[in-house]
Nanobody, 122 residues
Framework: QVQVGESGGGLVQAGGSLRLSCAASGRSFSVMGWFRQAPGKEREFVAAINCYDGNTHYADSVKGRFTISRDNAKNTVTLQMNSLKPDDTAIYLC?????????????????WGQGTQVTVSS
């Protein structure tokens, strides 16, 4: 069966760092991305990576602070988050899609993890 799971969330002070990991099993994916959802807000795109050529795309709100990378041999994707802000507080979800094209749309990702909580204190 296809499974996607995240880990690495936690509580950190503003300016700190966290590293989130996502592991996929059951099949290979062309594109994997990270989304986040804060209480009372819609799910928003954070970052995505093409698992074959390493091409990446970031939301403007995290560009320069977050870095997405992948390890194809292990079917894992990592989101390194630096200079965290209270506004980064959210449940972070890993998502995967079969298409080779990177997408920022929630509806275009078919497989989702359950999410990991990231809380940034002021």
């Amino acid at each position: 069966q296809v499974q996607v799971g995240e880990s690495g969330g936690g509580l950190v002070q503003a300016g700190g760092s966290l590293r989130l990991s996502c592991a996929a099993s059951g099949r290979s994916f062309s594109v994997m991305g990270w989304f986040r959802q804060a209480p009372g807000k819609e799910r928003e795109f954070v970052a995505a990576i093409n698992c074959y050529d390493g091409n990446t795309h970031y939301a403007d709100s995290v560009k320069g602070r977050f870095t997405i990378s992948r390890d194809n041999a292990k079917n894992t994707v990592t989101l390194q988050m630096n200079s965290l802000k209270p506004d980064d507080t959210a449940i972070y979800l890993c998502a995967a899609r079969i298409s080779f094209a990177i997408s920022t749309r929630t509806s275009e990702y078919a497989y989702w993890g359950q999410g990991t909580q990231v809380t940034v204190s002021s």
